[in-house]
């Protein structure tokens, strides 16, 4: 599926042009401490980023990747 990609800001449109999908991968390791509390960090990215992005002020990106990194704790009961 390709969508279109655009983003307002007060009046500026970011046009991202055709969103297609592309191919991420995922890395994370977790650890159980004291039998109760777990903690578990994650990130995600993508192996190809788009190009040539031109922003409203007439600058331009050369690659614009996606990434996020997650950071879990949580206590068992």
Same mark, same amino acid.
């Given at each position: 599926m390709v969508n #279109?990609?655009?983003?307002?800001q007060e009046g500026d449109r970011?046009?991202?042009?055709?969103?297609r999908p592309?191919?991420?991968?995922s890395a994370?390791?977790?650890?159980?401490?004291?039998?109760?509390?777990t903690i578990d960090l994650r990130y995600n990215g993508q192996f190809k980023g788009k190009s040539n992005v031109v922003?409203?002020?007439? #600058?331009?990106?050369?690659?614009?990747?996606?990434?996020?990194?997650a950071l879990n704790v949580g206590y068992l009961f």
């Open positions: #279109s990609c655009k983003q307002k970011l046009d991202f042009g055709r969103v592309t191919l991420s991968y994370g390791v977790g650890a159980t401490l004291l039998k109760h509390l922003l409203p002020d007439g #600058s331009q990106l050369d690659k614009l990747r996606t990434y996020n990194v």
